[in-house]
């Protein structure tokens, strides 16, 4: 069965830190580019970064930039998110992506793979 699975959110206050994880089971991470999606309450689902499969080449949103770092651990077939200086504009629910396709800058191009999400709320 294929699956992946978010966890490692939280509330948390403005200038503190989350790592999320993305644990894959059915299939070879290895072989797909991850994405990080966010999306918050009333606004659109929208890319926040993506690690290519074949040289772990990274981009970002730009509010992102400097503050979150994608990873992945190919030996645990799990990628990460970690997020430094949140902000409580960074309040959203974060899913992953698997994309063999690869990356279109700092997204997963047509996600095959999807997890169902973990909230992160940043607040005093």
Do not use: H
């Not at 926040?48 to 509010?63: A, G, K, Q, R, W």
């Amino acid at each position: 069965q294929v699956q992946l699975v978010e966890s490692g959110g939280g509330l948390v206050q403005p200038g503190g830190s989350l790592r999320l994880s993305c644990a894959a089971s059915g299939f070879t991470l290895g072989f797909y580019a991850m994405g990080w999606f966010r999306q918050a309450p009333g606004k659109e689902r929208e890319g926040v970064s993506c690690i290519s499969s074949s040289d772990d080449v990274t981009d970002y949103l730009n509010s992102v930039k400097g503050r979150f770092t994608i990873s992945r651990d190919n030996a645990k077939n799990t990628a990460y998110l970690q997020m430094n200086s949140l902000k409580p504009e960074d309040t959203a629910v974060y899913y992953c992506a698997a994309a063999y396709g690869g990356c279109s800058g700092f997204e997963v191009e047509n996600g095959d793979y999807w997890g169902q999400g973990t909230q992160v709320i940043v607040s005093s």
